[in-house]
């Protein structure tokens, strides 16, 4: 495998295991470079602070079991491009798509169907 994977593949575990363990907001934006940028929608948040705000307001919305019923439909990770497909109970789902380079996520983008807006 690729080093570049490699590394991209760690990063994506200790991302969704630090969302899915629940270990708090600061755990999971640990893993973003200070300079991260996430799009949502229309929406784009620069930075850990605006990141972690993001995180904030869409765990906060989710319904209440959403985390422990989490489910990945697909994971995909090449080089330091990781895209995965996820299921969160009957009526929320997503894909996200990630870009991590030197151990960090750079760039992230974030679909929900049914959800949290």
């Not at 495998?1 to 969704?16: C, G, I, S, W, Y």
């Not at 200070?34 to 620069?46: C, I, P, S, T």
């Not at 995180?55 to 985390?67: E, K, R, V, W, Y």
Request: glycine share 10%; proline share 3%; with cysteine.
């Amino acid at each position: 495998m690729d080093p570049n994977t490699k590394r991209a593949e760690a990063v994506l575990n200790h991302h969704l295991g630090c969302f899915l363990e629940q270990r708090g907001i600061d755990a999971i934006v640990a893993d973003y470079a200070d300079e991260a940028v996430l799009f949502f929608g229309r929406d784009v948040f620069r930075g850990k602070r605006e990141i972690a705000g993001f995180f904030d307001d869409f765990i906060s919305g989710l319904p209440p079991q959403a985390i422990s019923q989490f489910r990945l439909a697909f994971r995909q990770v090449e080089q330091e491009v990781a895209y995965i497909g996820w299921h969160a109970g009957a009526d929320l789902s997503g894909t996200d798509t990630f870009l991590i380079q030197d151990g960090k996520i750079r760039s992230q983008t974030v679909y929900l169907h049914g959800g949290p807006a």
